[in-house]
């Protein structure tokens, strides 16, 4: 019933920008904490940032000063600036949200389809 769709990735060479978005769908009565998971082959999924329903906001500390999240409560949306992109960045980035969408359950995670971001050296 609720879907994430991501945008925004891609080819970016080291030390450039690239910006995410993810928007969710479908019948929703309320969503909680949002953030995106990244994860590079072999290895396993991390958080890279998180934003609470307060705006309260979490960051890996390997992208602390460099990314920032944010959201738009009116759109469902949430969006991940990326700034000074390193190789080490590569990877398939997946949006999150706990999503309120049924009577009977209450906040469940709903993930995005995954959008591959690669930075050349």
């Known amino acids: 019933q609720v879907q994430l769709v991501e945008s925004g990735g891609g080819l970016v060479q080291a030390g450039g920008s690239l910006r995410l978005s993810c928007a969710a769908s479908g019948g929703i009565f309320s969503i909680s904490g949002m953030g995106w998971y990244r994860q590079a082959p072999g290895n396993q999924r991390e958080l890279v940032a998180s934003i609470s329903n307060g705006g309260s906001t979490k960051y890996a500390d390997s992208v602390k000063g460099r990314f920032t999240i944010s959201r738009d409560n009116a759109k469902n949306t949430v969006h991940l600036q990326m700034n000074m992109l390193k190789p080490e960045d590569t990877s398939v980035y997946y949006c999150?949200?706990?999503?309120?969408?049924?009577?009977?359950?209450?906040?469940?995670?709903?993930w995005g389809q995954g959008t591959l971001v690669t930075v050349s050296s």
């Open positions: 999150y949200m706990e999503v309120w969408a049924s009577l009977a359950i209450r906040y469940r995670p709903v």
